[in-house]
């Protein structure tokens, strides 16, 4: 693919009246890497990605393509690649013809159009397919003509907005591992946006989360789940428990905070202040639920509020003097599912868990 290319945004601002759609976004997009914008309905994604393709003029702020400005040039002259939530092919062309028209409004000679049109259909395995219309196609092969559409110009880079949130689930699955394996394979830097935590997860470099146009926490999948720096990215990556305390002392690896009466030991290399309020998030995975001899450092008490049976896993709710808990337990750790109204200890190791902010 030509040249790639290295997309910076500079605090980047969009307002709508008073409202901010993007709030002082600054980020570095690598040549050739998979990065997805993740966040809740409104929380400025689209807005994000139609400002880098050029559609969205910013209120404030730079886009630059290896580091020269590009926020005065028209869409066309960026020469970005774009995948929209459900595909927006032309009903009434064939997938060549699809698949031909961005060359068209480039004015690119015709022998060439049949030959790119033909390189870009086999990329995505539909040669055999490039007379049929888009509705004699499934959703997962009308998606791969939005794809080949948006590759068939060598475009610098791939911006793709939900591009799979129209079809089924057990489509959606293939299309991911479809399209990271397309990634590889091409080397183009995408920028992928979705709502869906799993998706993010399993098939970007990094990922980067926005809540109401803030960029709240960038980095790879296995970080922002393992480390998120906020209560809303602990929530929103995944699930997660909350202990809320206060710091009673510190120890030789961390420290030692009070929560609902109970003293629990967390491991961490910052030490803050005796005294001061923190709030914990303890993945429901990196709880067990524990025999009296086999304890780790940190347990507590509690009645089993709900239980649901996963096929891998158990799921539990259960009810502390912490407030109700979350548990996920591989099945096969327990023969007899555990009854409603049973009274079991959960432990957890003093590095399970993670200090947040309260956001
Ligand atoms: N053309 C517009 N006019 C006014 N407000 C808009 C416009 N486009 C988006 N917004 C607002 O900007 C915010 C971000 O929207 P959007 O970028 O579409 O979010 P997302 O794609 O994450 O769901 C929302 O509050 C939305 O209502
Ligand atoms: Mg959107």
Not at 218 to 225: D, I, R, V
Not at 330 to 351: C, K, N, V, Y
Request: proline content about 6%; glycine content about 8%; hydrophobic content about 40%.
């Amino acid at each position: 693919m030509a040249g790639l290319q290295d997309l910076s945004l500079d605090r980047l601002s969009k307002r709508y009246g008073p409202a901010r759609a993007l709030d002082d976004v600054s980020l570095t997009v690598a040549r050739g890497e998979f990065l997805t914008l993740l966040g809740p309905s409104g929380s400025g994604k689209t807005t994000l990605l139609m400002s880098i393709a050029g559609f969205v003029a910013p209120s404030g702020g730079h886009i630059l393509l290896n580091g020269q400005s590009i926020e005065h040039l028209p869409p066309e002259k960026r020469n970005f690649g774009m995948v929209f939530q459900g595909y927006a092919l032309f009903p009434h062309l064939t997938v060549a013809k699809n698949v031909a028209f961005p060359l068209e409004v480039r004015g690119t000679p015709r022998a060439e159009i049949g030959r790119k049109v033909k390189e870009a259909l086999d990329l995505v395995q539909l040669g055999a397919f490039a007379e049929r219309l888009p509705r004699q196609l499934s959703g997962g092969q009308q998606q791969r003509v939005a794809l080949a559409r948006a590759l068939v110009f060598a475009p610098h880079l791939l911006l793709l907005d939900e591009p799979l949130s129209a079809l089924d689930r057990k489509l959606r699955a293939d299309m991911q591992i479809e399209l990271k394996s397309f990634h590889r394979q091409i080397g183009l830097t995408f920028i992928y946006v979705t709502h869906d935590q799993e998706e993010a997860l399993s098939m970007s470099d990094r990922v980067a989360i926005l809540r109401e146009g803030r960029l709240l926490q960038l980095g790879p999948p296995a970080e922002l789940y393992e480390r998120p720096a906020t209560r809303f990215v602990a929530e929103f990556l995944g699930k997660s428990n909350f202990l809320a305390g206060t710091v009673e002392q510190r120890t030789a690896d961390g420290f030692l905070f009070r929560c609902s009466g109970a003293l629990f030991e967390q491991t961490s290399a910052e030490r803050p202040e005796i005294g001061s309020d923190v709030l914990m998030a303890l993945r429901p995975e990196r709880m067990s639920v524990v025999e009296a001899e086999t304890r780790p450092r940190n347990t507590i008490a509690g009645t089993i509020a709900e239980f649901s049976y996963l096929g891998t896993s158990f799921h539990l709710l259960v009810d502390t003097a912490a407030g109700r808990l979350a548990v996920t337990v591989p099945a096969w750790r327990h023969g007899a599912p555990p009854a409603i109204g049973s009274t079991i200890t959960l432990g957890w190791d003093p590095d399970a868990s993670i200090r947040v902010e309260k956001d």
